[in-house]
């Protein structure tokens, strides 16, 4: 096993649904976003102990994710977030994967696909009420309704909607969000006074799982908050969760150098005095940011260690200074692993960026080691 490798914590996944489950309550149904391979944590394994833990829908961005995870035996629903292109339709009929739909040219298009190849496919209307992404403007909704209603090979099994900033504690922001869930009300009224069913209702991400107690409906999609952290900080503890992925490594090489050495690249770090470097096979390649150069500190046994110098493709250097009890080989943890250390949240705060992007970017050579 390489000395590199993302440790994801399957028991901290069941605990962060278990808080989930807390916050929304009995009744709701959890669909867990397993996209961009489950945020770089595995989209397998991670689909597998969701729906043990409970989950009753995963979502994907992409059909060959989706296909990934049927072929992986995977039974449950799988909600496809983004739009397939047409060539793409006859998959999504043979892999029983659940489209959104937003407009009647699509829902004419996987209806006809549906058809083609005998099948009954379940879908979902995607209305816009704000996010300006993909779905139906609530005052064509009948119209769409009216299409996907005259294909059998159709079965309407729920109505969604997105929102922009549920995660956003602005007064403004807050008011967006409730107006984003009234139109969604509003637009779901019209259909069941004209006679229809708009089956399961859902709109929740994580923001709103944890600040819009109004937006669960029938169904939640928390992807973030499931991996572990909290889409708004200032209220970790409304809903508290763990990191699910500990990015660790190793120290593979120690030295002692000198004041005025140089270390890596550019050689824009020099030793000011005495003290000793490790050396860490971690490098932007695997997913630690270059910019983070200088930045970061890393864990050893609860300790922090700065970063010095660039960080290379492959390695990069701490400094461990004169005294330290760390030892060649020992396990060094990048973010994740106990209270004490770092988080993706960290990493991302440095770069002004958002904890996604840090375990999305986590490389596929960087090995998943999956615990229990
Ligand atoms: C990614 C996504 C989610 C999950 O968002 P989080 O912020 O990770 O909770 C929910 N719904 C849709 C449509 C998405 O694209």
């Not at 407009?103 to 209307?125: C, N, Q, S």
Request: glycine share 8%.
């Amino acid at each position: 096993m390489r000395a590199t490798r993302a440790i994801i914590h399957l028991e901290r996944l069941k605990a962060n649904l278990a808080e989930i489950r807390k916050k929304i309550g009995p009744k709701t149904a959890i669909c867990i976003p397993v996209k961009a391979d489950a945020y770089g944590h595995g989209a397998v394994r991670i689909g597998i102990a969701a729906i043990k833990a409970g989950a009753k829908f995963l979502a994907v961005a992409s059909v060959q994710e989706g296909i990934e995870l049927r072929e992986a035996g995977i039974v449950a629903p799988i909600l496809l977030f983004s739009l397939p292109i047409p060539e793409e339709l006859e998959d999504v009929v043979r892999y029983h994967i659940t489209p959104l739909v937003p407009d009647t040219e699509f829902a004419h298009l996987v209806g006809k696909t549906a058809e083609r190849l005998g099948e009954i496919l379940p879908v979902h209307i995607k209305i816009d009420t704000g996010m300006g992404r993909i779905g139906c403007r609530p005052e064509n909704i009948l119209d769409l309704v009216e299409v996907i209603t005259s294909y059998p090979s159709l079965h309407w099994e729920g109505t969604a909607t997105h929102l922009s900033v549920a995660d956003s504690l602005d007064t403004d922001d807050r008011a967006y969000t409730q107006k984003q869930l009234q139109r969604f009300s509003d637009a779901v009224d019209a259909l069941c006074q004209h006679g229809y069913k708009p089956g399961i209702l859902h709109a929740a991400n994580s923001g709103a799982v944890v600040l819009h107690e109004n937006s669960y409906f029938d169904m939640v999609r928390p992807g973030l908050l499931a991996y572990g952290y909290p889409p708004i900080p200032e209220l970790a503890k409304t809903v508290p969760v763990q990191p699910v992925m500990e990015l660790q490594t190793h120290v593979v090489f120690m030295k002692k150098v000198y004041p005025g050495e140089a270390i890596s690249y550019g050689r824009k770090w020099q030793a000011s005095q005495e003290t000793v470097i490790g050396t860490l096979p971690i490098g932007y390649a695997d997913g630690l940011p270059r910019r983070l150069s200088g930045k970061l500190s890393l864990s050893i046994g609860g300790r922090r260690y700065p970063l010095v110098g660039r960080i290379c493709m492959d390695q990069c250097m701490i400094d461990l200074g004169m005294d330290s009890p760390v030892r060649r080989w020992e396990p060094v943890t990048v973010f994740g692993g106990t209270e004490a250390d770092p988080t993706a949240a960290e990493l991302s705060e440095l770069l002004g960026t958002i904890p996604y992007e840090i375990t999305c970017g986590i490389n596929k050579r960087v090995p998943r080691v999956y615990v229990e």
